[in-house]
């Protein structure tokens, strides 16, 4: 450790495991504190880290009882293969019976998991990771390397039918090292990548697997049951490597309508519900025994245009400036989302990213200076066509509000509401007006890549800036803090003046949990702590 | 309900009347309908919506997707001045929803039912009327359609062109159009193979004759009075679909998907009007439409049940 | 009568493979695919395509319909598009709770309803007769959800009895505690049965009670409800079963609200799922064993209208 005072929660990983190892076997505070100054940290902050070590294994999970957990919309397209996993429903049981290389954190670094160590070289275009040993699978095999091969390289390669190959398209190979090291050799730098790792889709798999009618993982639970669209069901894996798996039985499933899950939820019937409506917030705080769930995220809605339809005409720009000028953001965060969420600005990067630029003016309502870049074109009347679905909470509500103030200027929109199914696949990206929902991700830049770099398959604007995929790029390799800041605020700066998306609003990850339920996480990237709790969850009146 | 195809094959009953076909004389009684006073409750309350429908969108205070209270952000605001039947999930009026609504509900569902009987009416009177294989080639298509649950026929039909006023039109009514169309033909052919439809065959008067001077004098009570029916089941129809998020599409106001999004203020809303205004409205329609169905159809025959 | 029965059943057949045609046509006019829907977000074009491939996509049209006839025929219903879970593994989890859920319904909801109609019909014009018709009016009027919504405000909420949502497994459970794991939608689709069952059965029997004969009865001087129980209601039984018969092939095919509803999956939301993910081979299959079942359900009613009325097995 290093001489500053150090704290419980920021201890370098292989430190607070030593730490909580001697306060488990009953170390004294003297002895603690004596091995803590003798590394260099003064008595007070030693004996502080001793107290919340000590809290920390008071609040020590218990065994037993079981669980039910409430997603939202499953189907039989649920699935137990990490490449295609889609909803949220996937995400958490991928945790369940799952691990991979990387566990992401609260504040959406990285911890070790299946990887114990974690190198890169200087420009890190090398990364290199050390697997932990003594891992076994569900059916007894032990976690070698050929796994790990095997996982990755399937989302390698243009056939790879993995929903998250863009994240790692810039490793050219995946080599073994030894039986329990890998390599990933990169064509272009990539500081990111452990933290792409941690991410839903790369899941470890035992080599060679191909039937995902169960799974056989690391993770802490085992499959009981697993019917797509019906439930799922794990039992404690008694082997497992780490801290986890406390319940006798994790159920989980998903209730579709959102009334009925408030009401199984109310009810009792489960114990947790994904994507409380924001509008139910006050009856859950206030029902006993029953709490909401959220967490500060950068998801968020949008409403963007194909700027390379309708002719590639200046006057278009006019257009975009116009509807974002028309969006009704107070009312979408303070009346729909119920301020569980933060005003958007027309760029994806919100308070919950670390990249952050906070001197981005925020753009207002302002129906009048709309109407006047509306004049600047020759639509006047006639009504624009935009396509909506409900995709996420306040999705379709966006385009409803921007109608409703166009209207009081003259301006007209045709909203055309149109279903869930199929809009990913036939209508986003397709049509030239269309909204969409975006998760989280873990990074600025993984955020802006996916959807604004000009090669990105997400690129719902087609928005072609070099100058803005050369910064993107170029900031993945830069360590001088100030530099970085500034080159981020340009990047976001570009997006808000030049891309002509309306994105009004951010919203948190809001889900509803009962008292008894311990061992929450708070990862931001999804619902359920970021699809993170499986591990830790237990019942505190087991 | 909403998504039960109600039909009948080869027996003489239809749905609400107590009429027995043995019983008819070759020509119907012809005395003028008098309305009991059951009938004029039902009357009176369907002509009160009919003329909300007609002149609601003048008449109410708000346009359907105003706010009152713009700064407010609240929802489900109990009644008060300036909203009096209080608000909805999203803040507008519930009383200006509600008159919008209802020449939405009733004109869709009464254009859908038009088009279900005429379309129904027509192709099974002439299944009955016609030769066996023309009536096997209709029965059949039409049993086809009919085993397969309107619920999906709807998400097929939205999936494919979108949900717009014509298409829901459309869809239910021709999706009704299939019981229609077996009511129409059982009845068709219990009046075909009568005693004095075979005589004036034998008398030798064409297929139109028949048509107009037997069947349909015959066959149009108990067609009416199932048209009623049939008028509350597309309603019911197209608030499920709504429930599935396929009916009527926002910021249009029907009392079905008014129900439909109101849900959650039964369990966190400050008033319930919102809900239950609808939900009252849908019932007292089709209440009053069915008691004005009962009365026509008691007014037509069975007397001697009366008379017990 | 064997003869109209074999016929019907003939009928019943072509029906089925008609229904299997348009079913196939419907959603081939659907846009976007079950590649496209799988894939999702994330898909290129070369995805997708290869991905169509697999799946059989890329073949002409006719070819898919008729392999996936060929398998059907053979009892192989395939693979579904969405999952590649084969399709009776899909229906062998959901098919119990539909069949639970229906023959439950039926068992309870179908003779009280009868009862309550015959009974109107034994006393029409009564205070009973009026109260009983204004309600089951009013019990159509109710969307489905609409009455669920109210039961488990009722029940669960204020009274404190049942669940929200149907709460795990109903495998291995006894008769009375799948009453209780299904009990609010079996209480939800007997209300949206009810009001058209006891309308039929009272306008069956109120029909049949102005024939001749039973005027003859009456002159004769028999007491009413043996008039009614004796020689009334086996006439009306014709009437009564096919209603019956509808009303059973909704509970297996149309109740989606109420499957979605109170969250448990069941033949109804699969088969619209299907639809949602342009799963043809699920659809397919799906909808031809509703279509079985229809055609099997109205066969039943035919007979029992045949034994019960012979002038019917006289066709003209």
């Known amino acids: 450790m290093k001489r500053n005072d150090p704290k419980f929660g920021q201890l370098g990983y292989s430190d607070s495991e030593i730490l909580n190892h001697m306060v488990k076997r009953g170390a004294s505070r003297r002895q603690v504190m004596g091995w803590m100054m003798a590394a260099g940290a003064t008595a007070t902050a030693a004996g502080t880290v001793f107290g919340t070590a000590s809290e920390a294994w008071a609040n020590t999970p218990k065994r037993g009882g079981k669980l039910i957990f409430a997603g939202d919309q499953h189907g039989p397209n649920d699935t137990l293969d990490p490449a295609l996993f889609t909803s949220a429903v996937d995400y958490f049981r991928g945790r369940m019976f799952y691990g991979s290389l990387t566990r992401l954190t609260d504040s959406l670094g990285y911890e070790p998991e299946l990887a114990e160590e974690v190198l890169s070289n200087d420009n890190a275009t090398v990364w290199t990771f050390k697997l932990r040993k003594g891992v076994e699978w569900h059916d007894g095999k032990s976690f070698t390397a050929d796994d790990v091969i095997y996982s990755m390289n399937r989302h390698m390669g243009a056939d790879s039918v993995s929903n998250a190959s863009s994240l790692v398209s810039m490793i050219d190979a995946w080599e073994k090292v030894n039986d329990h090291e890998v390599r990933a050799v990169l064509s272009s730098p990539n500081a990111d990548l452990p933290i792409a790792l941690g991410t839903f889709h790369f899941k470890i798999l035992q080599d060679g697997t191909t039937d995902f009618s169960t799974a056989v993982g690391t993770g802490p639970y085992r499959v009981k049951e697993f019917k797509p669209g019906v439930r799922a069901v794990g039992v404690p894996f008694e082997n497992y490597w780490g801290e986890g798996g406390y319940l006798d039985e994790l159920e989980h499933y998903g209730i579709g309508d959102s009334v009925s899950r408030l009401n199984a939820f109310l009810a009792g019937d489960v114990d947790a519900m994904a994507n409380l409506p924001p509008k139910a917030i006050d009856q859950v705080t206030g029902t006993a025994g029953r709490d909401v769930w959220s967490l500060k995220a950068g998801a968020y809605i949008n409403i963007a245009p194909r700027l390379d339809m309708g002719g590639n005409n200046s006057s278009n720009a006019h257009v975009w400036k116009a509807m974002q000028l028309l969006q009704d953001r107070e009312r979408l965060v303070r009346g729909v989302l119920k301020g569980q969420g933060s005003l958007g600005n027309d760029q994806p990067i919100n308070a919950a990213y670390f990249d952050y630029c906070a001197d981005l003016p925020q753009r207002e309502l302002d129906p009048e200076k709309a109407k006047w870049h509306w004049d600047q074109t020759d639509i006047g009347s006639t009504a624009v066509p935009v396509v909506a679905a409900e995709v996420a909470p306040g999705a379709v509500e966006q385009c409803l509000f921007m109608q409703r103030e166009a209207q009081k200027v003259g301006i007209n929109f045709d909203v055309k509401k149109v279903t869930t199914d199929g809009y990913w696949g036939a209508v986003w990206l397709v049509e030239p007006i269309a909204v969409a929902s975006w998760n989280m991700r873990p990074t600025a830049n993984i955020m802006m890549t996916l959807a604004f770099a000009p090669s990105a398959a997400w690129n719902e604007t087609r928005w072609e800036n070099e100058q803005f995929e050369q910064l993107l790029v170029e900031v993945r390799g830069v360590t001088d803090p100030d530099q970085r800041r500034q080159m981020y605020c340009d990047l976001q700066t570009m997006i808000h003046e030049e891309n002509g998306q309306a994105l009004p609003a951010h919203r948190n990850y809001v889900d509803a949990v009962a008292d008894h339920v311990g061992g929450l996480t708070h990862v931001p990237l999804n619902n359920f702590g970021g699809a993170e709790a499986p591990v830790s969850i237990y019942r505190k009146d087991a | ?308 | ?316």
């Open chain 3, 1 to 316: 009568m064997w003869s109209l029965i074999l016929k019907r059943i003939g009928i019943g057949l072509i029906t089925v493979v008609a229904v299997s045609l348009i079913i196939f046509i419907g959603t081939k006019i659907l846009p976007g695919d079950a590649a496209q829907i799988r894939l999702g977000q994330n898909a290129t074009p070369e995805n997708v395509a290869a991905f169509r491939e697999r799946l059989g996509l890329d073949q002409p049209l006719y070819i898919q319909y008729l392999s996936w006839l060929w398998d059907f025929v053979r009892g192989d219903l395939g693979h579904s598009l969405a999952s590649d879970v084969p399709i009776t593994n899909l229906i062998a989890d959901r098919y119990l709770n539909t069949v639970y859920v229906s023959v439950l319904t039926a068992a309870i909801g179908v003779p009280v309803s009868l009862a309550l109609g015959i009974m109107a019909a034994m006393f029409p014009g009564s205070l009973y007769d009026r109260v009983l018709t204004f309600v089951s009016v009013s019990l159509v009027a109710a969307p489905e959800f609409f009455t669920a919504t109210l039961l488990v405000l009722i029940f669960v909420f204020s009274l404190g009895i049942g669940n929200a949502v149907v709460v795990g497994s109903a495998e291995g459970k006894g008769l009375f505690q799948l009453i209780a794991h299904f009990a609010l939608p079996i209480a939800t689709l007997s209300f949206v049965i009810a009001s058209q069952l006891i309308r039929m059965s009272r306008a069956a029997v109120l029909n049949v009670m102005s024939s001749p004969y039973i005027e003859m009865a009456i002159l004769k001087g028999v007491p009413r409800r043996r008039i009614i129980l004796r020689h009334a209601l086996l006439n009306a039984i014709g009437p009564i079963v096919n209603v019956v018969a509808l009303n059973l092939a909704y509970l297996v095919t149309g109740v989606i609200v109420v499957e979605v509803y109170f969250g448990y999956p069941g033949l109804a939301t699969l088969i619209v799922q299907g639809v949602q993910t342009r799963d043809f081979i699920l659809i397919q299959g799906l909808g031809m064993i509703f279509c079985l079942t229809y055609v099997i359900l109205m066969l039943i009613a035919d007979i029992a209208a045949f034994a019960s009325n012979p002038r019917l097995r006289h066709p003209k």
């Open chain 2, 1 to 308: 309900m909403s998504s039960t195809p109600a039909a009948q094959d080869h027996f003489v009953a239809p749905f609400s009347a107590d009429v027995s076909f043995d019983e008819l004389p070759d020509a119907p009684p012809t005395q003028r309908y008098r309305p009991t006073i059951v009938g004029w409750i039902g009357i009176t309350i369907t002509a009160f919506w009919v003329i909300v429908a007609v002149f609601g969108p003048w008449l109410a205070p708000y346009a359907e997707n105003d706010l009152p209270f713009p700064d407010a952000y609240e929802e489900f605001q109990v009644p008060q001045a300036g909203a009096w039947l209080g608000t909805d999930v999203e803040d507008r009026d519930v009383l200006s929803r509600i008159m919008f609504g209802a020449g939405r509900t009733l004109g869709i569902s009464f254009a859908a039912t038009l088009l279900a009987y005429f379309t129904g009416v027509v192709l099974g009177i002439g299944a009955a009327i016609s030769g066996p294989k023309v009536d096997m080639t209709l029965s059949r298509v039409n049993d086809a359609f009919l085993s397969l649950p309107t619920i999906m026929l709807g998400l097929v039909v939205v999936a494919a062109v979108g949900s717009s006023i014509p298409v829901l039109i459309l869809t239910a009514g021709l999706i009704y159009a299939t019981v229609v169309f077996r009511l129409a033909r059982a009845i068709g052919m219990e009046i075909m193979v009568s005693d004095f439809v075979e005589a004036a065959k034998v008398r030798g008067e064409g297929r139109w004759w028949i048509i107009t001077r037997e069947i349909w004098p015959n066959a149009r009570m108990p067609l009416i009075t199932d048209f009623g029916l049939r008028l509350i089941y597309v309603i019911l129809f197209i608030s499920s679909l709504s429930f599935l998020g396929l009916g009527v599409q926002p910021p249009q106001a029907d009392w079905g998907s008014m129900v439909r999004e109101n849900l959650g203020a039964l369990q966190y809303g400050d008033s319930i009007f919102a809900i239950v205004a609808p939900a009252l409205a849908i019932a007292t329609l089709t209440v009053s439409i069915n008691l004005i169905v009962d009365d026509v159809s008691a007014h037509g025959g069975g007397k001697l049940a009366k008379r017990m």
